[in-house]
T-cell receptor, first 110, second 112 residues
Framework: DGGITQSPKYLFRKEGQNVTLSCEQNLNHDAMYWYRQDPGQGLRLIYYSQIVNDFQKGDIAEGYSVSREKKESFPLTVTSAQKNPTAFYLC?????????FGEGSWLTVV | RKEVEQDPGPFNVPEGATVAFNCTYSNSASQSFFWYRQDCRKEPKLLMSVYSSGNEDGRFTAQLNRASQYISLLIRDSKLSDSATYLCVVIRSNFGNEKLTFGTGTRLTIIP
């Protein structure tokens, strides 16, 4: 089945460490997005990409980095510069006038 | 001003009641609109698209008012299973870049 695969589903990070969240899609969609969701809050845009080797900052890009070396893959790195990274992270694609989501990744700083 | 603003909730309504949410958007160039439902600790799922002519899917009705720049969602005869957070989404295309902006979500609890 076509869809989006995010991994890992749960991740614990020590302060000062970088971590990378994986997002892979087999929908052949050009547009991919990363969102952050805090408890009781909506989705805030971190980064998005419309084409391979190109991406744009969203509303809360500080402390995060991305790459888009392949159409299928849009990994998100949460760097040590992100001071409050504990949150639910969602990867999404846009295609056929529909938004598709991965199942999300829960990141906790310990 | 936020690009998308949504009724904050929470809405606690009795089973069988009718409930309505609104969501306003600031950019008149916005092109596509959706309502998504999100259950606790899950990814959002598409509830329905929103069109100017209005659209209905069973007990759910969505409406777009471009002149006043808002979208609405009406739920009739609410069920316990309707308890969730409802997110509005506004899509705007800017030189080929499509930006998806979500509202903060409205939490709905249906009370037996």
């Amino acid at each position: 089945d076509g869809g989006i695969t995010q991994s890992p589903k749960y991740l614990f990070r020590k302060e000062g460490q970088n971590v990378t969240l994986s997002c892979e899609q087999n929908l052949n969609h050009d547009a991919m997005y990363w969102y952050r969701q805090d408890p009781g809050q909506g989705l805030r845009l971190i980064y998005y990409s419309q084409i391979v080797n190109d991406f744009q900052k969203g509303d809360i890009a500080e402390g995060y980095s991305v790459s888009r070396e392949k159409k299928e893959s849009f990994p998100l790195t949460v760097t040590s510069a992100q001071k409050n990274p504990t949150a639910f992270y969602l990867c999404a694609t846009w295609g056929g006038n529909t938004i598709y989501f991965g199942e999300g990744s829960w990141l906790t700083v310990v | 001003r936020k690009e998308v603003e949504q009724d904050p909730g929470p809405f606690n309504v009795p089973e069988g009641a009718t409930v309505a949410f609104n969501c306003t958007y600031s950019n008149s160039a916005s092109q596509s609109f959706f309502w998504y439902r999100q259950d606790c600790r899950k990814e959002p799922k598409l509830l329905m698209s929103v069109y100017s002519s209005g659209n209905e899917d069973g007990r759910f009705t969505a409406q777009l008012n471009r002149a006043s720049q808002y979208i609405s969602l009406l739920i009739r005869d609410s069920k316990l299973s309707d308890s969730a957070t409802y997110l509005c989404v506004v899509i705007r295309s800017n030189f080929g870049n499509e930006k998806l902006t979500f509202g903060t979500g409205t939490r709905l609890t249906i009370i037996p």
